[in-house]
Structure formats: C-alpha cells, structure tokens
C-alpha cells in the first residue's frame, strides 16, 4: 500500500486526530515509497499544532524528496505558535 491509497489512510487517522497510529502506519510502508504519506501527515500537524511530530515529517520529507512546500509549511507551523 503506497501513494495515495497511503496518503488516505494517513489523512483519514491524521483528520481524527490519531496522529500517532498515522506515524505508525506510516512505519510499515517501505522508505522508498514514502514522500506523499510523510507530506500528508505534515499538513495534518500544522492542522493539528503538532510541532513536534511536524519537525519529525518535515525532515522526513526533505531527506526523501526536498521541495520548498515543505519549507512553507514549517514556517506556517512556527508562525502559528509564534515562534519566528
């Protein structure tokens, strides 16, 4: 299970605040197959105000594929907290 199927499941646990069990998820699927999932759940944390686990998806996501979305959503993430 990869791509978008995976991106769903993330969203869907992420959307019910089950972070978490999305990390988990997450976890099973192999590293090659695993930008799109990551990516999700960082938005999923800024939705959430999870910094924390965010700053863990936004070095996933740069390690696997780096592109500025990620950057911009890391700022939004600081911005919301205040944290400039």
């Not at 869907?12 to 999932?37: M, Q």
């Not at 910094?51 to 939004?76: F, T, W, Y």
Request: charged share 20%; net charge negative.
């Amino acid at each position: 299970m990869h791509g978008m199927l995976g991106a769903c499941m993330v969203d869907l646990l992420g959307r019910s605040g089950h972070l978490n069990e999305a990390v988990k998820f997450i976890r099973e699927i192999p590293d090659d197959l695993l930008t799109t999932e990551w990516e999700t759940l960082l938005s999923l944390c800024r939705i959430h105000g999870n910094l924390n686990l965010g700053e863990i998806a936004s070095r996933k996501v740069m390690n696997l594929q780096p592109i500025d979305g990620v950057h911009v959503l890391v700022s939004n993430m600081y911005a919301a907290r205040g944290m400039w």
